[in-house]
């Protein structure tokens, strides 16, 4: 399995931006599926966006346009660049990986899951 790991996380102004990382560990990182989901307080935990191991991406449609997710293998690392940020992405995100390389938008394609970071966006 993977290890992962976020960073980058903080408080934001809204309309600001923050990018997200999320190192992994392994050989194989450049063949999994990798996700970012988030859990705001008193909510349960959703899809944000994911990409595949050829590059195929996909978002929530709540962040499309705003948020951008990529990777670079050869650092083990996925990124969520979050633009025109909103109080109303205030949450924990979380990275995951599957072993599954496809972009999937529902959890249990996922094996592996980071501690999560927050992100709070101030109005």
Known sequence: QVQLVESGGGLVQAGGSLRLSCAGSGRTFSSY???????????????VAAISSKGNNAYADSVKG????????????VYL????LQAEDTAIYYCAASYYGGTWSHESPYSSWGQGTQVTVSS
């Open 33 to 47: 599926g990798l996700g970012w989901f988030r859990q705001a307080p008193g909510k349960e935990r959703e899809f």
């Open 66 to 77: 705003r948020f951008t997710i990529s990777r670079e293998d050869a650092k083990n690392t």
């Open 81 to 84: 660049q979050m633009d025109r």
